[in-house]
């Protein structure tokens, strides 16, 4: 894997992250989706990449 996939890589998980600790635990059954929708999109992202 090249310095730029790796570089790449990490600023998708970095934004997953930080997207993530916007979320509040407490906010129900919409956000756990959300969160669950958030680890989804990067998962795709990362296997993208490393394709």
């Given at each position: 894997?090249?310095d730029?996939?790796k570089?790449?890589?990490?600023?998708?998980k970095?934004?997953?992250?930080?997207?993530?600790?916007?979320?509040?635990?407490?906010?129900?059954?919409?956000?756990?989706?959300?969160?669950?929708?958030?680890?989804?999109?990067?998962?795709?992202?990362?296997?993208?990449?490393?394709?």
């Open positions: 894997m090249s730029i996939e570089n790449r890589m990490s600023a998708i970095d934004m997953g992250d930080a997207f993530l600790a916007c979320l509040v635990d407490d906010q129900g059954r919409e956000a756990n989706i959300a969160r669950t929708k958030i680890e989804e999109a990067v998962m795709w992202a990362v296997k993208g990449i490393t394709r």
